[in-house]
C-alpha cells in the first residue's frame, strides 16, 4: 500500500509558489508578444540605423503577429537610447537597435547611468558598419600612405576628423598616431551631420566615418574618397580601398557593430524567441538588401555569441581607453 505524507500548509504553499515561478518565464514566452513592441532607436531618423531597425520591424510584425513601433533617442553617441531600454521592463515589450558603442565603448570615455553588463542584454547582432577613412578635395595625396608621409614631413598638416570624442573613428586615429608616430591633428565634431557638410567643403583633410548611402552617393560622384577601411576583409562595393590590417594597422582595422539589446532581466525564453525570430527577419532578401545597398554586413547569431563579442570588444576597448587617454566630451 501506498503511503502518502501531508507537507506542512506552510512547505506546500512554498512548493508552489517555486513551482509557479519556475513555470512563469515559459509561460511569459508562450503568451508573448501580446501587445504592441517598442523599439527604440538610438539614432536620428533618416540614417542607416533608422532604416534597418524599421525594415526589421515590419518584418517582426508579420512574423510575431504584433506591431512594432520605432522610437528614436539619439544623442551621447547611442548611449541615450541605451540608457531608456536599461530603465524599461524587462518583459519583452521594449527593445533598442544600437551599436554594441554604448555597451563596450561610452562607459569607458566618460560617465553612463546605466550598468553596460547588469542593465542590458545582449539579443542578436543584426550588422557591422565598416568605419571608413574618407579623403576630401583638400587632401593632396592619393594613399593612406601618402596621409602618413605627409603627417611626417609637416607636422600637424593633415587634419583628421571624427564624428565625436571617444567614437570609434577617434580611436581608430589613436592607433594610427601610436604606432605610425606621425603628428596628425584631430578635429572632432558633435555629429555625422556636420563633419560631412564640412568634409564636402573641404574643412579638413581626411575624417573617419560610418558607411552609409549619402556617403557612398557622394563618393560615386567624385566628391570624396575612400582610402583605407576598417573591416575583416575588403568591400566588395571598394574592391581597390585596403583594409587597416593590410595597410599593418591591425588595432586600427575596428568596426561599428550593431544590434538589439532588451533589459537586462528579460526571461532567457524571452530573449531565445526574439533572438529566433530576428534571425529569421535578417534573412529575408528584401533586408539584407536594404543593408548591403548602405555598405553594410548582415550578421546574425545568437545571443550567446553576440554577448561574447561584446564584452571582448570592451576589454580590448578599456585598453585602447587607457592607454591613449580619451576622454569624452
Known amino acids: 500500500m501506498a503511503v502518502f505524507r501531508l507537507l506542512p500548509l506552510r512547505a506546500a504553499c512554498l512548493a508552489i509558489t517555486l513551482m509557479a515561478s519556475a513555470a512563469a518565464p515559459a509561460l511569459a514566452a508562450d503568451n508573448y508578444p501580446s501587445r504592441p513592441i517598442r523599439m527604440i ?75 553596460p553588463q547588469r542593465d542590458v542584454a545582449p539579443v542578436m547582432s543584426v550588422m557591422y558598419s565598416p568605419v571608413l577613412v574618407i579623403a576630401t578635395p583638400s587632401f593632396t595625396g592619393k594613399t593612406f600612405q601618402d596621409l602618413i608621409a605627409q603627417s611626417k614631413a609637416k607636422p600637424g598638416s593633415v587634419r583628421w576628423a571624427t564624428s565625436g570624442l571617444g567614437t570609434v573613428g577617434h580611436v581608430m586615429l589613436e592607433q594610427v598616431r601610436s604606432k605610425s608616430r606621425a603628428d596628425i591633428t584631430l578635429i572632432p565634431y558633435k555629429g555625422a551631420g556636420q563633419q560631412m557638410n564640412d568634409a564636402l567643403g573641404g574643412q579638413f583633410e581626411v575624417m573617419s566615418t560610418n558607411a552609409s548611402p549619402m556617403l557612398t552617393q557622394h563618393m560615386q560622384a567624385g566628391r570624396l574618397r575612400a582610402i583605407a577601411v576598417g573591416a575583416p576583409k575588403r568591400l566588395d562595393s571598394l574592391p581597390n580601398v585596403p583594409t587597416f590590417d593590410e595597410l599593418g594597422y591591425p588595432k586600427a582595422n575596428l568596426t561599428s557593430t550593431f544590434g538589439i539589446f532588451a533589459p537586462g532581466k528579460t526571461p532567457a525564453a524571452i530573449i531565445d524567441k526574439l533572438n529566433a525570430e530576428l534571425n529569421k527577419a535578417l534573412a529575408e532578401p528584401e533586408v539584407r538588401d536594404r543593408l548591403m545597398r548602405g555598405g553594410e554586413v548582415p550578421t546574425g547569431g545568437s545571443a550567446a555569441q553576440f554577448a561574447k563579442a561584446i564584452h571582448a570588444e570592451s576589454q580590448e576597448n578599456a585598453r585602447i581607453v587607457k592607454e591613449a587617454g580619451i576622454k569624452a566630451d
Request: avoid cysteine; hydrophobic fraction near 40%; proline fraction near 5%.
Open 41 to 115: 532607436v538610438a539614432y536620428p531618423t533618416g540614417g542607416i540605423s533608422d532604416a534597418v531597425a524599421r525594415a526589421l520591424g515590419e518584418k517582426l510584425s508579420v512574423q510575431m503577429g504584433t506591431s512594432v513601433v520605432v522610437e528614436n533617442k539619439a544623442g551621447a553617441g547611442g548611449s541615450i537610447g541605451i540608457d531608456a531600454v536599461a530603465k524599461a521592463a524587462p518583459d519583452g515589450y521594449t527593445l533598442g537597435f544600437a551599436s554594441t558603442s554604448p555597451l563596450t565603448l561610452n562607459p569607458h570615455v566618460g560617465r553612463v547611468n546605466y550598468d
